[in-house]
């Protein structure tokens, strides 16, 4: 009997990840790398995008309806917050642009690179970026909305 390995839990989530990206491709008529580009890098980076935004609108929101110096704070705050995501996708869209081939594999040699210097696998690395800090940070970002338009 083998002994357990905790490369062998990050594959089968990486596979299902890879079975989701194969057939979303052939739903949109993509190939796996295009649909990859597209759904890793450009629309998970517009949504992170989006969310990082919104703290920022629900902050002008409170400014606008409450008016006081914090609010101008917490504003001036969220709006340098919501400016980083900006930044950040546009340094992404500018690193993996077209052709789908070449952003691919770049992205590719990135996620290894990471794995090597964590000392851990391109298939773990994969996960904790696309899946576990995504989420992470989608939900942190829904949360301080949510929190601030309810103050």
């Known amino acids: 009997m083998r002994p357990f390995?905790?490369?062998?839990v990050a594959s089968l989530p990486f596979r299902l990840c890879v079975a989701f990206?194969?057939?979303?491709?052939?739903?949109?008529?993509?190939?796996?790398?295009?649909?990859?580009?597209?759904?890793?890098?450009w629309l998970q980076g517009a949504v992170l995008t989006l969310s990082g935004l919104a703290p920022a609108a629900?902050?002008?929101?409170?400014?606008?309806?409450?008016?006081?110096?914090?609010?101008?704070?917490?504003?001036?705050?969220?709006?340098?917050?919501?400016?980083?995501?900006?930044?950040?996708?546009?340094?992404?869209?500018?690193?993996?642009h077209l052709p789908f081939d070449d952003a691919f594999w770049l992205c590719v040699k990135d996620l290894e690179k990471l794995a090597d210097k964590w000392?851990?696998?391109?298939?773990?690395?994969?996960?904790?970026?696309?899946?576990?800090?995504?989420?992470m940070l989608l939900g942190a970002n829904i949360w301080l909305s949510y929190y601030i338009y309810h103050l």
């Open 58 to 96: 629900a902050a002008v929101y409170r400014f606008c309806t409450g008016g006081s110096t914090l609010w101008l704070a917490v504003t001036t705050l969220f709006l340098a917050y919501a400016a980083v995501y900006v930044y950040g996708f546009i340094r992404m869209l500018r690193l993996y």
């Open 119 to 135: 000392h851990t696998t391109y298939q773990k690395v994969n996960l904790i970026i696309f899946v576990l800090f995504f989420l």
């Open 21 to 41: 990206l194969q057939l979303l491709g052939k739903v949109c008529g993509l190939t796996y790398i295009q649909i990859s580009v597209v759904f890793n890098l």
């Open 5 to 8: 390995r905790w490369n062998d």
